[in-house]
């Protein structure tokens, strides 16, 4: 479902399927490798803007559109003659950025078998409890739309300039406590008006 980026409205909407991720390498994920036969050459690579990533002892490789499973393979098989392939675990990464309605808008740093619900939690929870979630990917240059908290952003296809975007809660919501502040003010100074007259009054 399309709507407007800065207004975003909808009914509920149904998870993606779940299948075989559509993520590839893009430029700016990372790669997060683990060597076990030499767990001082494992940590996360990033991918640089040509879509070449560096790995100890191996040496640059290009791995831009592979998917997660050809990724794995290509860097096992880059070992292959120094160390046994099977001591070598890749996860692919995105960043991904949650804005809106949460308590800590972040850039968390996730797999593809994260939940949209798990990134909201990660960002502190909705602000608004309560009823449903409704969440949106905002990709520039595309139309918004909304998407099902039970999604997995490997299925939904996120990309790193993409924003998760948790619809904000009312004006009055978001602002209860300013605004329960400033009643308590103007009570306060109403009060204190009532007794100003009542004493020159006597």
């Known amino acids: 479902m399309?709507?407007?980026?800065?207004?975003?409205?909808?009914a509920d909407v149904a998870p993606v399927p779940?299948?075989?991720?559509?993520?590839?390498?893009?430029p700016g994920d990372v790669v997060r490798l683990k060597n076990?036969?030499?767990?001082?050459?494992?940590?996360?690579?990033?991918?640089?803007?040509?879509?070449?990533?560096l790995v100890p002892t191996v040496g640059q490789l290009d791995v831009q559109g592979l998917s997660a499973d050809?990724?794995?393979?290509?860097?096992?098989?880059?070992?292959a003659g120094r160390i046994d392939p099977s001591r070598v675990d890749v996860q692919l990464l995105r960043s991904i950025?949650?804005?809106?309605?949460?308590k800590n808008p972040n850039v968390q740093l996730v797999e593809g078998s994260t939940t949209v619900l798990s990134l909201i939690a990660k960002a502190g929870g909705?602000?608004?409890?309560?009823?449903?979630?409704?969440t949106y990917i905002v990709r520039p240059g595309q139309a918004t739309r909304e998407i099902s908290v039970a999604d997995r952003v490997g299925d939904l296809g996120l990309r790193a300039s993409d924003q998760l975007y948790v619809q904000d809660p009312p004006f009055a919501v978001r602002n209860e406590m300013?605004?329960?502040?400033?009643?308590?003010?103007?009570?306060?100074?109403?009060?204190?008006?009532t007794i100003?007259?009542?004493?020159?009054q006597k």
Request: with cysteine; charged share 15%.
């Open 2 to 10: 399309a709507c407007s980026a800065g207004v975003p409205h909808g």
């Open 70 to 79: 050809s990724l794995q393979q290509r860097i096992a098989r880059a070992f």
């Open 196 to 200: 100003y007259y009542l004493v020159r």
């Open 36 to 53: 076990w036969s030499a767990p001082e050459q494992s940590g996360d690579l990033m991918v640089n803007e040509r879509g070449v990533v």
């Open 126 to 134: 909705a602000i608004k409890t309560g009823g449903d979630t409704k």
């Open 18 to 26: 779940h299948g075989t991720y559509s993520w590839s390498v893009e």
């Open 178 to 193: 300013n605004i329960r502040a400033a009643y308590e003010f103007v009570q306060f100074m109403a009060t204190l008006v």
């Open 97 to 102: 950025t949650v804005m809106g309605g949460v």
